[in-house]
């Protein structure tokens, strides 16, 4: 906190650092230091890395630019870069991402303090594993279209929930989540939804994973029946929810371009250091540097990579100032898909007819699988180019037919 507060980039870094080598196991640390992914992926198990994230949590590193009073640095947005290189540099990644990249900056912009000194400490720590509870078997990509409602119980102090949540990733692991729900029918689809803070672990609330073809259940269908939730744990007004969602796609789109609270410049998969070791080593049917083709394609990868990255940086560095999140979100997808099926092919037959024990195979065909969801989570790219157009070029909306009248009145399936 000492270095943070003088605003020296060089001094924050040095400080950083010094935490680093005290406080993360020295094996750890070689391996990430030395690139050794392998050794690192050995001795350090997911379940070691959560045991021990406690005390990057208590730290203030996970949250840089959160005020001290909620467990953070209060750093400028210029600055937290600072921090975000040297954890990516120990390859301290960050846990309990929706809480850290989505609920925590929605939290600081519509919650209270009270609600800022209940949640932020558990998401900084991992004890909170939050979710994001939006889009719905019929609302999808147009998401103000969402039913399920919340209805304020007589007296005011809580609301009753029902209906049904779909895609919410992490909603299995989770002990929150941010809900959006109708509490009002009777006005225009946008005016008429609430956010709350939602605690999935009471009775009333059902979650049913849903494989992906990387064979992975990180998305979620979640059911409410009479589910209860405090007005206490209301985010912003009654009927504000829409603007509050407006924030928190925000900054989902900024996480899954990189330019958020990840500590990566990709969503999932191997990195490009990876395919430039593998198009180098020659162990599969030569050196792929010496195609002039393949060459070319991971030349023209490498670029592309260093601009999605130093566009994020850049993002991130100037926060809310920065390069538009449906742009990044866009970019860093559709290169990632790239990446990923560049790998898969380099690796050839090797990479699909892997041996059982060839885990760095098997690493690299889930992060293909895992990027085919890249540019429909967090918003499709066809939604995010409307965004860009919209917003960042000026150009004219969509047209609406429902835009204007009550929810209530639209006429909705057959």
Same mark, same amino acid.
């Given at each position: ?49 959560? /045991? ?11 949250? +840089?630019?959160?005020? %001290? ?51 932020? +400490? ?59 729900? =109708? ?15 939602? /605690? ?15 064979? $992975? ?7 409410? $029946?009479?589910?209860?939730?405090? $007005? ?28 958020? *609270? ?44 260093? %601009?999605? =990255? ?27 898909? =790239? ?10 037959? *090797?990479?699909?007819?892997?041996? +059982?024990?060839? %885990? ?10 895992? *990027? ?10 066809? %939604? ?24 209530? /009145? ?5």
């Amino acid at each position: 906190m000492a270095a943070a507060a003088t605003g020296d980039g060089a001094t924050l870094r040095a400080a950083v650092r010094s935490w680093v080598e005290s406080h993360v196991p020295a094996d750890w640390l070689a391996a990430a230091l030395g690139g050794d992914l392998a050794r690192l992926h050995a001795i350090r198990s997911p379940q070691q890395y959560r /045991d021990w994230y406690p005390v990057l949590g208590a730290s203030g590193l996970v949250g +840089p630019t959160w005020p %001290v009073e909620y467990g953070g640095l209060g750093l400028p947005a210029a600055l937290a870069g600072v921090v975000t290189g040297e954890l990516r540099r120990a390859r301290l990644t960050a846990l309990n991402i929706v809480g850290v990249a989505l609920a925590a900056p929605t939290l600081l912009d519509w919650g209270s303090p009270e609600q800022c000194r209940r949640y932020l +400490p558990g998401i900084a720590d991992n004890s909170e594993i939050w979710c994001q509870l939006f889009s719905e078997p019929g609302a999808g990509s147009d998401l103000a279209g969402l039913s399920t409602r919340a209805t304020r119980v007589e007296g005011g102090g809580h609301w009753l929930v029902n209906g049904q949540k779909v895609w919410s990733s992490f909603a299995n692991e989770a002990r929150l989540g941010i809900l959006l729900a =109708r509490t009002d029918p009777a006005v225009p689809k946008h005016l008429g939804i609430t956010a709350f803070a939602l /605690d999935l672990e009471q009775p009333g609330v059902t979650v049913r994973p849903l494989r992906k073809i990387s064979g $992975d259940a990180e998305f979620n269908e979640v059911f409410f $029946d009479d589910a209860r939730v405090a $007005d206490d744990a209301r985010l912003g007004e009654v009927g504000a929810g829409w603007r509050v969602a407006r924030t928190v796609l925000a900054h989902e789109r900024a996480m899954l371009s990189g330019a958020g *609270s990840s500590l990566r410049e990709r969503t999932s998969g191997s990195s490009i250091d990876r395919l430039v070791e593998l198009a180098c080593r020659g162990e599969v049917g030569g050196r792929v540097v010496d195609d002039p083709v393949q060459a070319d394609l991971v030349a023209r990868l490498y670029v592309e990579n260093s %601009v999605v =990255r130093m566009a994020n940086a850049r993002a991130r560095a100037l926060g809310r100032d920065g390069a538009a999140p449906a742009m990044l979100k866009v970019m860093s997808s559709e290169h990632n898909q =790239r990446l990923q099926s560049a790998m898969v092919d380099l690796l050839g037959i *090797s990479g699909v007819a892997r041996q +059982p024990d060839d %885990v760095a195979a098997d690493r690299t065909v889930f992060g293909f699988l895992r *990027s085919r969801g890249d540019t429909i989570g967090g918003g499709t790219s066809e %939604v995010q180019r409307n965004n860009v157009g919209e917003r960042v070029l000026g150009l004219p909306k969509d047209p609406f037919s429902d835009n204007g009248i009550p929810w209530q /009145d639209i006429r909705r399936g057959r």
